[in-house]
């Protein structure tokens, strides 16, 4: 990926602030479903009610008292949507509560926090600092793409086709594949084709992506999250199972699907890439593993594999000041996340880290060997259910009590045991987890405290406390 790396001209407000340490840019990563939307939304409110650091006590400049404050500010790229923080905090805190909606397009929020700098010589300079914390979301499925852009088309289809060979794929893809065969690849290129094709694969991927099934490795990831390209030619194409028996001519379909792809790699994959994801300071990856534990093996190697896929996009390496002067802007920490860790009981939180390690080891390792610090955290950005006990057979069990997602009143459940190690294909028995999804907490004061939550403060100690 780094061959696609090229040289930007930055404000210069900008490289000076992020060069000597007073602005961070924060990338917020995730597969669809992850939790971005809602951790963005917890992280802004936590740093704007850091004041009140009885609920961030690992948050050490609100706890150790040196927080004046923070605020949002006017986002530095006019050009990219902001970030709506008011309307998800609005949702959160309705009658009744409801989760934001999820992330359907690049958006950018900037916070302001001051402070009072621990460091001796900062000091002297001047007593308070502002550090401007910048934080980019997008969709997990358009990071997808990434990886696209060091396959041709040949190459790309032949894992399509691969993926195809095993369920629930193989199924799933059945009417799409029907329908290929009996195309002639070297006959002329024929719009209604094109766009027919393009649909029957779309449907595909959206079948895939069904809860039922969970599947996250689905490209081009456009195809189930257009934004603002629904309806362009540009997605009419699809990956082939087979090549023409002869040279295809250059007006063939086949030679067409092939256009298409390269104009969708360089015009949306590469632009997407270049504009908004080479200039990261701190990386957040959000993982639902819980998920992948309710569907099954399928869900979890395709799950394993996506997120690994997508890391290897990203720019790693040490960014102290000269590296940033002369080298660019490289992420320097990397902080792995499993998120809703208050949907299991709270002695599981540590099998649900490691769990998450072992899960992506290979990506901690590569980013270890780049110089980046990393961190692998069970944390919950809204915290929705309540720790509870229920007695079984004469013996004390460890439960959680809320409000199921398609339910009124609350109840008290044991969602099962996570494993430490990854259990093998065979032990992904259906029943063996009941990880189910809760409503969000009715809050009474939303904008005069920090939301609940679990591990909030560790994730922003690690991402931004050696900034003050």
């Known amino acids: 990926m780094k061959k696609w790396l090229s040289r930007f001209s930055y404000p210069i407000d900008e490289i000076v602030n992020r060069t000597v340490d007073r602005q961070v840019k924060l990338a917020v990563t995730g597969l669809s479903r992850s939790g971005k939307t809602v951790f963005i939304t917890s992280l802004v409110h936590q740093l704007l009610h850091g004041l009140e650091s009885t609920h961030l006590p690992f948050f050490q400049v609100a706890n150790l008292g040196h927080l004046r404050g923070a605020k949002m500010m006017q986002q530095p790229d006019l050009h990219i949507p902001s970030f709506r923080y008011d309307m998800a905090i609005a949702q959160l805190g309705g009658e009744p509560p409801t989760w934001p909606q999820p992330t359907s397009s690049i958006s950018e929020i900037r916070i302001a926090i001051r402070y009072e700098s ?3 010589l900062l000091k002297h300079i001047s007593p308070v600092h502002t550090l401007y914390v910048d934080i980019v ?11 696209l852009l060091e396959l041709t088309y040949e190459q790309w289809s032949e894992q399509v086709a691969h993926s195809c060979q095993a369920e629930p794929r193989l199924s799933l893809s059945k009417e799409w594949r029907e329908f290929l065969a009996t195309l002639d690849l070297n006959s002329p290129t024929a719009a209604a084709t094109l766009r027919q094709a393009a649909e029957l694969y779309t449907h595909f991927l959206l079948c895939c992506k069904d809860p039922q099934y969970g599947l996250s490795l689905l490209q081009p990831g456009r195809f189930t999250m257009p934004g603002d390209l629904k309806g362009a030619p540009l997605l009419e194409f699809c990956p082939l199972l087979e090549y023409p028996s002869s040279i295809p001519r250059e007006n063939s379909l086949f030679a067409e699907m092939k256009r298409r ?20 300071d701190r990386q957040i990856v959000l993982v639902d593993v819980l998920r992948a534990f309710n569907t099954g093996y399928a869900t ?28 660019g802007f490289k992420i320097d920490k990397l902080f792995f996340a499993a998120t809703k860790a208050d949907h299991v009981t709270p002695n599981q939180l540590p099998a649900l880290e490691r769990f998450l390690q072992q899960m992506l080891i290979s990506s901690q390792h590569h980013a270890s060997f780049d110089g980046v610090t990393t961190e692998t955290l069970a944390l919950a950005s809204v915290k929705c259910t309540q720790a509870a006990y229920t007695t079984f057979q004469g013996q004390r069990i460890s439960c959680i009590k809320g409000v199921p997602l398609d339910a009124d009143k609350p109840i008290a459940l044991f969602p099962g045991e996570v494993p430490v190690e990854i259990p093998m294909p065979e032990e992904w028995v259906e029943g063996r987890f009941n990880f189910i999804e809760f409503k969000p907490p009715r809050l009474a004061n939303i904008e005069g405290r920090g939301l609940p939550h679990i591990r909030m403060d560790r994730a922003l100690e690690f991402l931004l406390g050696d900034k003050f």
Do not use: Q, T
């Open 118 to 120: 621990r460091h001796a």
């Open 137 to 147: 979301d997008y969709p997990g499925e358009w990071l997808l793409d990434l990886p």
């Open 261 to 280: 792809y390269e104009s969708y790699k360089e015009h949306v994959v590469k632009k997407f890439y270049l504009e908004h994801l080479v200039s990261f």
């Open 300 to 327: 979890f190697a395709d799950m394993r594999e996506a997120i690994n896929m997508i890391l290897k996009s990203f720019h790693y390496g040490k960014s102290g000041f000269l590296n940033k002067l002369f080298h």
